[in-house]
T-cell receptor, first 113, second 114 residues
Framework: DVKVTQSSRYLVKRTGEKVFLECVQDMDHENMFWYRQDPGLGLRLIYF???????EKGDIPEGYSVSREKKERFSLILESASTNQTSMYLCASSLGFGNQPQHFGDGTRLSIL | DQQVKQNSPSLSVQEGRISILNCDYT??????FLWYKKYPAEGPTFLISISSIKDKNEDGRFTVFLNKSAKHLSLHIVPSQPGDSAVYFC?????????????FGKGTTLSVSS
């Protein structure tokens, strides 16, 4: 079974802090994704990566950056956290694009105070 | 503009009856469709998928139907069980377009009462 592990289940940070969310997958998947889930808005794609050191913006990249130095690890960075970034963050990986399902981690509930 | 729409935010069904969750899409390039289930405080779990070359795919109690002409798909759960209570997300992709990610709907919350 695919295992996608997010480093923290719950995280509380302060406005203006630089925040790192880490994600690791163990199935040698090429593609990795970061989403945020908010009530009534579903899953919105922040960034994705299709190879080491490669990244693509999703629908809502503003205020975020990502890093993929190794194939199994994909980090989401909040450069200067703001209260509107309080959300559930979900990491996913997939073997390919189009016709392959994405496998999700359990999410990080991030609160920015 | 939303490319994948789940127009019903919620659905309530009695145990043992059929649950039907609906999803509409607008992009004619979409050719692969998936359903995910999500419990609170957990990540979405892949449930079932269908390629556009098919109009039906079945896995146990779960069946997905695809109507390409109407750009509509539905997930049928028969019989519904209380453990099926969760948020269900529909997702779609254009598999021939390299580098495209899944597009998700906003979800439908299913409540199955015993």
């Amino acid at each position: 079974d695919v295992k996608v592990t997010q480093s923290s289940r719950y995280l509380v940070k302060r406005t203006g802090e630089k925040v790192f969310l880490e994600c690791v997958q163990d199935m040698d998947h090429e593609n990795m994704f970061w989403y945020r889930q908010d009530p009534g808005l579903g899953l919105r794609l922040i960034y994705f990566s299709y190879d080491v050191k490669m990244k693509e913006k999703g629908d809502i990249p503003e205020g975020y950056s990502v890093s993929r130095e190794k194939k199994e690890r994909f980090s989401l960075i909040l450069e200067s956290a703001s209260t509107n970034q309080t959300s559930m963050y979900l990491c996913a990986s997939s073997l390919g694009f189009g016709n392959q399902p994405q496998h999700f981690g359990d999410g990080t509930r991030l609160s920015i105070l | 503009d939303q490319q994948v729409k789940q127009n019903s935010p919620s659905l309530s069904v009695q145990e043992g009856r059929i649950s039907i969750l609906n999803c509409d899409y607008t992009n004619s390039m979409f050719d692969y469709f998936l359903w995910y289930k999500k419990y609170p405080a957990e990540g979405p779990t892949f449930l079932i998928s269908i390629s556009s070359i098919k109009d039906k795919n079945e896995d146990g109690r779960f069946t997905v139907f695809l109507n390409k002409s109407a750009k509509h798909l539905s997930l049928h759960i028969v019989p519904s069980q209380p453990g099926d209570s969760a948020v269900y997300f529909c997702a779609a992709s254009a598999s021939l377009q390299a580098g495209t990610a899944l597009i998700f709907g906003k979800g439908t919350t299913l409540s199955v009462s015993s």
